[in-house]
DNA sequence: GAAAGGTTAGACCACGTGGTCGAACTTTAT
DNA sequence: ATAAAGTTCGACCACGTGGTCTAACCTTTC
Protein backbone atom coordinates (compact mmCIF):
# COMPACT_ATOMS: atom_id res chain seq x y z
CA UNK A 1 0.00 0.00 0.00
CA UNK A 2 1.07 3.38 -0.76
CA UNK A 3 2.77 5.10 1.98
CA UNK A 4 0.98 8.58 2.05
CA UNK A 5 -2.32 5.97 2.00
CA UNK A 6 -1.48 4.08 4.41
CA UNK A 7 -0.29 7.22 6.67
CA UNK A 8 -3.79 9.23 5.99
CA UNK A 9 -5.65 5.77 6.97
CA UNK A 10 -3.60 5.46 10.08
CA UNK A 11 -4.14 9.32 11.07
CA UNK A 12 -7.76 8.57 10.91
CA UNK A 13 -7.92 5.04 12.45
CA UNK A 14 -6.00 6.89 15.44
CA UNK A 15 -7.89 10.14 15.65
CA UNK A 16 -11.23 7.92 15.56
CA UNK A 17 -10.27 5.90 17.89
CA UNK A 18 -8.83 7.99 20.59
CA UNK A 19 -12.27 10.58 19.80
CA UNK A 20 -14.71 7.61 20.25
CA UNK A 21 -13.29 4.47 21.63
CA UNK A 22 -12.63 1.19 19.96
CA UNK A 23 -15.91 -0.19 20.23
CA UNK A 24 -17.80 2.80 19.23
CA UNK A 25 -15.12 4.08 16.24
CA UNK A 26 -17.39 3.71 12.96
CA UNK A 27 -15.20 1.70 10.26
CA UNK A 28 -17.01 3.93 7.65
CA UNK A 29 -16.22 7.01 9.40
CA UNK A 30 -12.23 5.91 9.89
CA UNK A 31 -12.69 5.16 5.83
CA UNK A 32 -14.47 8.98 5.23
CA UNK A 33 -12.06 10.60 7.50
CA UNK A 34 -8.65 8.91 5.47
CA UNK A 35 -10.12 10.29 1.95
CA UNK A 36 -9.45 6.70 0.49
CA UNK A 37 -12.39 4.63 -0.80
CA UNK A 38 -13.96 2.01 0.44
CA UNK A 39 -13.09 -0.76 -1.60
CA UNK A 40 -9.31 0.49 -1.29
CA UNK A 41 -9.33 0.30 2.19
CA UNK A 42 -11.32 -3.16 2.65
CA UNK A 43 -8.70 -4.46 -0.16
CA UNK A 44 -6.42 -4.06 2.70
CA UNK A 45 -8.00 -4.74 6.08
CA UNK A 46 -11.08 -6.42 6.17
CA UNK A 47 -12.46 -5.09 8.78
CA UNK A 48 -12.27 -2.59 11.52
CA UNK A 49 -10.09 -5.29 14.08
CA UNK A 50 -7.85 -5.76 11.74
CA UNK A 51 -7.27 -2.16 11.18
CA UNK A 52 -7.04 -1.68 14.82
CA UNK A 53 -4.38 -4.56 15.43
CA UNK A 54 -2.17 -2.66 12.82
CA UNK A 55 -2.68 0.12 14.49
CA UNK A 56 -1.98 -0.88 17.49
CA UNK A 57 1.12 -2.86 16.37
CA UNK A 58 2.14 0.86 15.63
CA UNK A 59 1.57 2.17 18.77
CA UNK A 60 3.56 -0.95 20.51
CA UNK A 61 6.58 0.32 18.42
CA UNK A 62 6.61 3.74 18.59
CA UNK A 63 6.59 3.08 22.84
CA UNK A 64 8.95 0.18 22.61
CA UNK A 65 11.59 2.64 20.87
CA UNK A 66 11.10 5.82 22.90
CA UNK A 67 11.29 3.61 25.85
CA UNK A 68 14.65 1.93 25.05
CA UNK A 69 16.68 -0.71 26.77
CA UNK A 70 16.25 -0.85 30.41
CA UNK A 71 17.96 -3.96 32.27
CA UNK A 72 15.66 -5.89 34.95
CA UNK A 73 17.23 -4.87 38.32
CA UNK A 74 19.14 -7.68 40.33
CA UNK A 75 19.46 -5.90 43.56
CA UNK A 76 16.32 -4.18 45.53
CA UNK A 77 18.34 -1.06 45.26
CA UNK A 78 18.42 -1.22 41.80
CA UNK A 79 14.89 -2.04 41.70
CA UNK A 80 13.52 1.21 42.45
CA UNK A 81 15.97 3.44 40.29
CA UNK A 82 14.54 1.50 37.10
CA UNK A 83 11.40 1.37 37.77
CA UNK A 84 11.21 5.39 38.21
CA UNK A 85 13.26 5.49 35.25
CA UNK A 86 10.56 3.32 33.13
CA UNK A 87 8.40 5.77 34.98
CA UNK A 88 9.99 8.62 33.62
CA UNK A 89 10.26 7.47 30.22
CA UNK A 90 6.48 6.40 29.94
CA UNK A 91 4.99 9.66 31.30
CA UNK A 92 7.03 11.40 28.67
CA UNK A 93 6.35 9.63 25.75
CA UNK A 94 2.80 10.10 26.52
CA UNK A 95 3.40 13.71 27.16
CA UNK A 96 4.51 13.92 23.81
CA UNK A 97 2.12 11.53 22.45
CA UNK A 98 -1.14 12.30 23.74
CA UNK A 99 -3.16 10.70 20.71
CA UNK A 100 -1.09 7.49 21.27
CA UNK A 101 -2.18 8.00 25.03
CA UNK A 102 -5.77 8.26 24.30
CA UNK A 103 -5.69 5.45 21.87
CA UNK A 104 -4.00 2.95 24.73
CA UNK A 105 -6.68 3.80 27.09
CA UNK A 106 -9.77 3.30 24.95
CA UNK A 107 -7.63 -0.23 24.29
CA UNK A 108 -7.38 -0.63 28.01
CA UNK A 109 -11.54 -0.22 29.00
CA UNK A 110 -12.52 -1.74 25.78
CA UNK A 111 -9.77 -4.90 26.35
CA UNK A 112 -12.22 -7.47 26.55
CA UNK A 113 -13.89 -6.84 23.21
CA UNK A 114 -10.55 -7.90 21.04
CA UNK A 115 -10.81 -10.88 23.35
CA UNK A 116 -6.90 -11.26 23.66
CA UNK A 117 -6.20 -10.79 20.21
CA UNK A 118 -4.22 -7.56 20.87
CA UNK A 119 -2.24 -9.77 23.93
CA UNK A 120 0.70 -10.18 21.41
CA UNK A 121 1.05 -7.08 20.88
CA UNK A 122 0.02 -5.60 24.38
CA UNK A 123 3.18 -7.87 25.30
CA UNK A 124 5.38 -5.97 23.69
CA UNK A 125 4.25 -2.45 25.18
CA UNK A 126 3.72 -4.24 29.00
CA UNK A 127 5.95 -7.23 28.65
CA UNK A 128 8.90 -4.77 31.18
CA UNK A 129 6.46 -3.74 33.52
CA UNK A 130 5.23 -7.39 33.81
CA UNK A 131 8.82 -8.50 34.20
CA UNK A 132 9.98 -6.05 36.20
CA UNK A 133 7.38 -6.61 38.78
CA UNK A 134 7.65 -11.07 38.57
CA UNK A 135 11.52 -9.66 39.16
CA UNK A 136 10.80 -7.72 41.93
CA UNK A 137 8.91 -10.45 43.34
CA UNK A 138 12.29 -12.96 43.15
CA UNK A 139 14.53 -10.52 44.51
CA UNK A 140 12.21 -8.99 47.13
CA UNK A 141 11.89 -5.77 46.56
CA UNK A 142 7.88 -6.32 45.71
CA UNK A 143 5.45 -8.22 48.49
CA UNK A 144 4.13 -11.63 47.99
CA UNK A 145 0.87 -11.59 49.86
CA UNK A 146 -0.68 -10.02 46.47
CA UNK A 147 -0.71 -12.04 43.61
CA UNK A 148 1.48 -10.59 40.70
CA UNK A 149 -1.41 -10.35 38.25
CA UNK A 150 -3.46 -8.21 40.69
CA UNK A 151 -0.51 -6.38 41.32
CA UNK A 152 -0.30 -5.91 37.57
CA UNK A 153 -3.65 -4.67 37.32
CA UNK A 154 -3.05 -2.69 40.37
CA UNK A 155 0.17 -0.79 38.86
CA UNK A 156 -1.37 -0.63 35.48
CA UNK A 157 -4.37 1.62 37.33
CA UNK A 158 -2.55 3.79 39.02
CA UNK A 159 -0.29 4.78 36.30
CA UNK A 160 -3.57 5.30 34.33
CA UNK A 161 -4.92 7.53 36.95
CA UNK A 162 -1.94 9.29 37.71
CA UNK A 163 -1.50 10.08 33.90
CA UNK A 164 -4.70 11.07 33.54
CA UNK A 165 -4.74 13.32 36.19
CA UNK A 166 -1.61 15.23 34.99
CA UNK A 167 -2.86 15.50 31.29
CA UNK A 168 -5.64 16.94 32.51
CA UNK A 169 -4.15 19.48 34.32
CA UNK A 170 -1.46 20.42 32.36
CA UNK A 171 -4.19 20.33 29.25
CA UNK A 172 -6.25 22.72 31.73
CA UNK A 173 -3.61 24.89 31.77
CA UNK A 174 -2.19 24.92 28.68
CA UNK A 175 -6.03 26.23 27.30
CA UNK A 176 -6.61 29.01 29.76
CA UNK A 177 -3.01 30.53 31.20
CA UNK A 178 -0.94 28.93 28.06
CA UNK A 179 2.01 28.37 30.85
CA UNK A 180 5.46 28.11 29.49
CA UNK A 181 7.20 24.92 28.85
CA UNK A 182 9.38 24.82 32.03
CA UNK A 183 6.58 25.38 34.99
CA UNK A 184 5.01 22.08 33.20
CA UNK A 185 8.63 20.19 33.02
CA UNK A 186 8.88 20.86 37.15
CA UNK A 187 5.27 19.58 37.51
CA UNK A 188 6.07 16.36 35.32
CA UNK A 189 9.20 15.91 37.31
CA UNK A 190 7.10 16.40 40.59
CA UNK A 191 4.63 14.33 39.04
CA UNK A 192 6.96 11.59 38.12
CA UNK A 193 8.26 11.61 41.55
CA UNK A 194 4.91 10.94 43.61
CA UNK A 195 4.09 7.99 40.85
CA UNK A 196 7.25 6.36 42.44
CA UNK A 197 6.23 7.47 46.10
CA UNK A 198 3.11 5.61 45.29
CA UNK A 199 4.64 2.62 43.97
CA UNK A 200 7.41 2.17 46.43
CA UNK A 201 4.61 2.06 48.98
CA UNK A 202 2.21 0.25 47.01
CA UNK A 203 4.71 -2.78 46.62
CA UNK A 204 7.15 -2.71 49.43
CA UNK A 205 7.13 -5.98 51.42
CA UNK A 206 5.62 -5.72 54.85
CA UNK A 207 8.47 -6.05 56.70
CA UNK A 208 10.78 -3.33 54.40
CA UNK A 209 8.15 -0.48 54.94
CA UNK A 210 10.34 2.23 56.72
CA UNK B 1 -46.49 1.65 36.38
CA UNK B 2 -47.54 -1.97 37.41
CA UNK B 3 -45.28 -3.32 39.83
CA UNK B 4 -44.45 -6.59 37.78
CA UNK B 5 -43.90 -4.99 34.68
CA UNK B 6 -41.63 -2.22 36.30
CA UNK B 7 -39.47 -5.27 37.69
CA UNK B 8 -39.66 -7.41 34.53
CA UNK B 9 -38.34 -3.67 32.91
CA UNK B 10 -35.81 -2.90 35.61
CA UNK B 11 -34.50 -6.59 35.94
CA UNK B 12 -34.07 -6.81 31.78
CA UNK B 13 -32.44 -3.50 31.84
CA UNK B 14 -29.53 -4.85 34.63
CA UNK B 15 -29.03 -7.90 32.98
CA UNK B 16 -28.70 -5.98 29.50
CA UNK B 17 -26.53 -3.16 30.89
CA UNK B 18 -24.47 -5.64 33.24
CA UNK B 19 -23.65 -7.94 29.99
CA UNK B 20 -22.98 -5.34 27.94
CA UNK B 21 -22.15 -2.24 29.55
CA UNK B 22 -23.95 1.16 28.86
CA UNK B 23 -23.40 2.21 25.43
CA UNK B 24 -23.72 -0.98 23.93
CA UNK B 25 -26.46 -1.90 25.69
CA UNK B 26 -29.90 -1.86 22.92
CA UNK B 27 -32.62 -0.97 24.04
CA UNK B 28 -34.44 -2.25 21.70
CA UNK B 29 -32.84 -5.74 23.46
CA UNK B 30 -33.74 -4.54 26.49
CA UNK B 31 -37.30 -3.86 25.76
CA UNK B 32 -37.62 -7.30 24.21
CA UNK B 33 -35.92 -8.92 27.19
CA UNK B 34 -38.40 -7.61 29.62
CA UNK B 35 -41.42 -9.40 27.34
CA UNK B 36 -43.12 -5.86 27.64
CA UNK B 37 -43.96 -3.91 24.48
CA UNK B 38 -41.96 -1.04 22.61
CA UNK B 39 -45.15 1.23 22.79
CA UNK B 40 -45.03 0.13 26.83
CA UNK B 41 -41.99 1.23 27.64
CA UNK B 42 -41.43 4.16 25.16
CA UNK B 43 -44.56 5.51 27.16
CA UNK B 44 -42.93 5.22 30.19
CA UNK B 45 -39.08 5.71 29.40
CA UNK B 46 -38.80 8.07 26.06
CA UNK B 47 -34.94 6.70 25.77
CA UNK B 48 -31.93 4.12 27.43
CA UNK B 49 -31.39 7.37 28.94
CA UNK B 50 -34.03 7.44 31.10
CA UNK B 51 -34.33 4.30 32.06
CA UNK B 52 -30.85 3.82 32.86
CA UNK B 53 -31.21 6.80 35.41
CA UNK B 54 -33.61 5.24 36.97
CA UNK B 55 -31.96 1.89 37.37
CA UNK B 56 -28.95 4.05 38.64
CA UNK B 57 -30.93 5.39 40.79
CA UNK B 58 -32.27 2.50 42.46
CA UNK B 59 -28.57 0.72 42.84
CA UNK B 60 -27.93 3.81 44.19
CA UNK B 61 -30.52 3.66 46.64
CA UNK B 62 -29.94 -0.44 47.03
CA UNK B 63 -26.25 0.56 47.88
CA UNK B 64 -26.79 3.19 50.63
CA UNK B 65 -29.25 1.36 52.65
CA UNK B 66 -27.24 -1.88 52.33
CA UNK B 67 -23.69 0.49 53.71
CA UNK B 68 -26.15 2.11 56.35
CA UNK B 69 -24.85 5.15 58.50
CA UNK B 70 -21.35 5.73 59.19
CA UNK B 71 -20.05 9.04 61.25
CA UNK B 72 -17.10 11.11 59.50
CA UNK B 73 -14.16 10.44 61.78
CA UNK B 74 -12.38 12.93 63.77
CA UNK B 75 -9.68 11.76 64.85
CA UNK B 76 -6.53 10.08 62.58
CA UNK B 77 -6.90 6.75 64.86
CA UNK B 78 -10.96 6.92 64.31
CA UNK B 79 -9.66 7.25 60.52
CA UNK B 80 -8.91 3.88 59.57
CA UNK B 81 -11.17 2.08 61.31
CA UNK B 82 -14.44 3.62 60.06
CA UNK B 83 -12.15 3.92 56.44
CA UNK B 84 -11.84 -0.27 56.75
CA UNK B 85 -15.27 -0.31 57.95
CA UNK B 86 -16.58 1.05 55.06
CA UNK B 87 -14.60 -1.09 52.63
CA UNK B 88 -16.03 -4.03 54.17
CA UNK B 89 -19.26 -3.11 53.82
CA UNK B 90 -19.11 -2.23 50.25
CA UNK B 91 -17.14 -5.48 49.48
CA UNK B 92 -20.16 -7.69 51.16
CA UNK B 93 -22.65 -6.00 49.18
CA UNK B 94 -20.79 -6.38 46.07
CA UNK B 95 -20.63 -9.96 47.07
CA UNK B 96 -23.79 -10.33 47.19
CA UNK B 97 -25.37 -8.59 44.48
CA UNK B 98 -22.88 -9.24 41.42
CA UNK B 99 -25.46 -7.60 38.94
CA UNK B 100 -25.02 -4.19 40.62
CA UNK B 101 -21.12 -4.33 40.58
CA UNK B 102 -21.16 -5.15 36.93
CA UNK B 103 -23.52 -2.69 35.89
CA UNK B 104 -21.26 -0.12 38.26
CA UNK B 105 -18.22 -1.46 36.64
CA UNK B 106 -19.79 -0.44 33.05
CA UNK B 107 -21.13 3.03 34.66
CA UNK B 108 -17.86 4.18 35.77
CA UNK B 109 -15.73 3.14 32.57
CA UNK B 110 -18.92 4.93 30.25
CA UNK B 111 -19.29 7.86 32.58
CA UNK B 112 -18.48 10.38 30.11
CA UNK B 113 -21.37 9.16 27.76
CA UNK B 114 -23.96 10.49 30.24
CA UNK B 115 -22.05 14.05 29.91
CA UNK B 116 -22.70 14.00 34.43
CA UNK B 117 -26.43 13.33 34.28
CA UNK B 118 -25.71 10.45 36.58
CA UNK B 119 -23.82 12.80 38.75
CA UNK B 120 -26.75 13.78 41.18
CA UNK B 121 -27.29 10.01 41.76
CA UNK B 122 -23.44 9.16 41.87
CA UNK B 123 -23.10 11.23 44.52
CA UNK B 124 -25.48 9.12 46.85
CA UNK B 125 -22.95 6.24 46.14
CA UNK B 126 -19.99 7.88 46.71
CA UNK B 127 -20.76 10.92 49.09
CA UNK B 128 -19.48 9.63 51.87
CA UNK B 129 -16.05 7.47 50.18
CA UNK B 130 -15.54 11.47 48.90
CA UNK B 131 -16.38 12.88 52.07
CA UNK B 132 -14.42 10.20 54.20
CA UNK B 133 -10.77 11.64 51.93
CA UNK B 134 -11.70 14.97 52.74
CA UNK B 135 -12.38 15.08 56.45
CA UNK B 136 -9.17 12.58 56.33
CA UNK B 137 -7.37 15.59 54.72
CA UNK B 138 -8.75 17.82 57.52
CA UNK B 139 -7.58 15.85 60.54
CA UNK B 140 -4.21 14.90 58.90
CA UNK B 141 -4.87 11.36 58.39
CA UNK B 142 -4.69 11.57 54.39
CA UNK B 143 -1.54 12.95 52.59
CA UNK B 144 -1.81 16.58 51.22
CA UNK B 145 0.50 16.72 47.95
CA UNK B 146 -2.05 14.62 45.81
CA UNK B 147 -5.51 16.65 44.68
CA UNK B 148 -8.22 15.59 46.59
CA UNK B 149 -10.15 14.26 43.32
CA UNK B 150 -6.86 12.69 41.93
CA UNK B 151 -6.80 10.73 45.51
CA UNK B 152 -10.54 10.16 45.11
CA UNK B 153 -9.69 8.19 41.49
CA UNK B 154 -6.89 6.65 43.52
CA UNK B 155 -9.52 4.73 45.58
CA UNK B 156 -12.20 3.97 43.16
CA UNK B 157 -9.44 2.97 41.13
CA UNK B 158 -7.83 0.76 43.55
CA UNK B 159 -11.48 -0.59 45.00
CA UNK B 160 -12.32 -1.50 41.73
CA UNK B 161 -9.33 -3.50 40.29
CA UNK B 162 -9.20 -4.95 44.04
CA UNK B 163 -12.98 -5.90 43.89
CA UNK B 164 -12.58 -7.60 40.18
CA UNK B 165 -9.87 -9.54 41.38
CA UNK B 166 -11.19 -11.29 44.30
CA UNK B 167 -14.89 -11.34 42.72
CA UNK B 168 -12.96 -13.21 39.38
CA UNK B 169 -10.69 -15.44 42.09
CA UNK B 170 -14.09 -16.46 44.03
CA UNK B 171 -16.18 -16.97 40.76
CA UNK B 172 -13.70 -18.88 39.32
CA UNK B 173 -13.33 -21.55 42.36
CA UNK B 174 -16.96 -21.70 43.23
CA UNK B 175 -16.64 -22.97 39.33
CA UNK B 176 -14.51 -25.96 39.29
CA UNK B 177 -14.09 -26.60 42.89
CA UNK B 178 -17.31 -25.30 44.38
CA UNK B 179 -15.58 -23.96 47.60
CA UNK B 180 -17.32 -23.59 50.52
CA UNK B 181 -18.99 -20.63 51.83
CA UNK B 182 -16.92 -20.65 54.56
CA UNK B 183 -13.34 -20.67 52.82
CA UNK B 184 -14.66 -17.49 50.69
CA UNK B 185 -15.55 -16.24 53.99
CA UNK B 186 -11.88 -16.26 54.91
CA UNK B 187 -10.38 -14.79 51.63
CA UNK B 188 -12.67 -11.94 52.03
CA UNK B 189 -11.63 -11.28 55.57
CA UNK B 190 -7.96 -11.17 54.06
CA UNK B 191 -9.13 -9.22 51.20
CA UNK B 192 -10.65 -6.46 53.52
CA UNK B 193 -7.58 -6.19 55.69
CA UNK B 194 -4.93 -5.70 52.35
CA UNK B 195 -7.53 -3.22 50.75
CA UNK B 196 -6.91 -1.80 54.42
CA UNK B 197 -3.27 -2.19 54.61
CA UNK B 198 -2.94 -0.90 51.03
CA UNK B 199 -5.19 2.27 51.15
CA UNK B 200 -3.73 3.10 54.04
CA UNK B 201 -0.14 3.17 52.68
CA UNK B 202 -1.24 4.85 50.00
CA UNK B 203 -2.91 7.72 51.64
CA UNK B 204 -0.84 8.22 54.82
CA UNK B 205 1.28 11.66 54.28
CA UNK B 206 4.68 11.50 54.48
CA UNK B 207 5.65 12.07 58.01
CA UNK B 208 3.73 9.66 59.29
CA UNK B 209 4.77 6.42 58.10
CA UNK B 210 5.96 3.94 60.24
C1' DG C 1 -74.26 2.64 28.54
C1' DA C 2 -71.34 5.96 26.57
C1' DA C 3 -67.70 9.07 26.43
C1' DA C 4 -62.94 10.11 27.92
C1' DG C 5 -58.55 9.26 29.33
C1' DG C 6 -54.94 6.22 30.35
C1' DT C 7 -52.46 2.23 28.47
C1' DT C 8 -50.79 -1.37 25.21
C1' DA C 9 -49.41 -3.55 20.92
C1' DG C 10 -46.56 -3.94 17.06
C1' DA C 11 -46.17 -2.38 12.24
C1' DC C 12 -43.52 1.05 10.44
C1' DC C 13 -39.80 4.62 9.39
C1' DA C 14 -35.21 6.76 8.54
C1' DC C 15 -30.68 6.16 9.47
C1' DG C 16 -25.94 4.46 10.18
C1' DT C 17 -23.61 0.31 10.37
C1' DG C 18 -20.38 -3.42 8.47
C1' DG C 19 -19.68 -5.55 4.37
C1' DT C 20 -20.03 -7.02 -0.96
C1' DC C 21 -19.37 -6.64 -5.81
C1' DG C 22 -18.53 -5.71 -10.53
C1' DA C 23 -16.78 -2.41 -13.46
C1' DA C 24 -13.02 0.60 -14.42
C1' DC C 25 -8.48 2.06 -14.00
C1' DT C 26 -3.30 1.32 -13.44
C1' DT C 27 0.72 -1.30 -13.40
C1' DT C 28 3.54 -5.09 -14.71
C1' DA C 29 5.05 -9.00 -17.49
C1' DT C 30 5.28 -11.10 -21.97
C1' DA D 1 0.71 -4.31 -28.11
C1' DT D 2 -1.64 -7.33 -25.26
C1' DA D 3 -2.83 -10.03 -21.54
C1' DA D 4 -2.77 -10.58 -16.73
C1' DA D 5 -2.46 -9.04 -12.19
C1' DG D 6 -2.98 -5.59 -8.91
C1' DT D 7 -5.65 -1.72 -7.35
C1' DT D 8 -9.44 1.66 -6.85
C1' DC D 9 -14.06 3.21 -6.86
C1' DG D 10 -18.69 3.90 -5.14
C1' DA D 11 -23.26 2.04 -5.74
C1' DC D 12 -25.49 -1.35 -3.37
C1' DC D 13 -27.24 -4.72 0.27
C1' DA D 14 -29.07 -6.65 4.66
C1' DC D 15 -29.37 -5.68 9.23
C1' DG D 16 -30.00 -3.64 13.84
C1' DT D 17 -30.64 0.66 15.81
C1' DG D 18 -33.53 4.41 18.18
C1' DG D 19 -37.82 6.24 17.68
C1' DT D 20 -42.96 7.25 15.88
C1' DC D 21 -47.69 6.44 15.27
C1' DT D 22 -52.27 4.60 14.91
C1' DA D 23 -55.56 1.40 16.11
C1' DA D 24 -57.20 -1.17 19.66
C1' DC D 25 -57.84 -2.13 24.37
C1' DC D 26 -58.85 -1.43 29.17
C1' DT D 27 -60.52 1.47 33.16
C1' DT D 28 -62.61 5.13 35.02
C1' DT D 29 -66.14 8.66 35.21
C1' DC D 30 -70.53 10.62 34.38
Given at each position: MDD???ASLMDAAME???ERGIESASYNKIIERSGLSKGTVYYYFENKDSLLLTVFNE???RFHSAIGDLELPDTKENYWSISQEYHSRAIRFFFENPLVWR??????KDAPYMCGQLEPFRGKVMRFMDGLILRGREIGAVRRDIPPDTIQRLMYALGKVM???IMEECEAERCKSRQRREEEQVKIEKFISTMHDLSKRILTPEGDLE
Amino acid sequence: MDDAKRASLMDAAMEEFAERGIESASYNKIIERSGLSKGTVYYYFENKDSLLLTVFNEICERFHSAIGDLELPDTKENYWSISQEYHSRAIRFFFENPLVWRVLFWISKDAPYMCGQLEPFRGKVMRFMDGLILRGREIGAVRRDIPPDTIQRLMYALGKVMTASIMEECEAERCKSRQRREEEQVKIEKFISTMHDLSKRILTPEGDLE
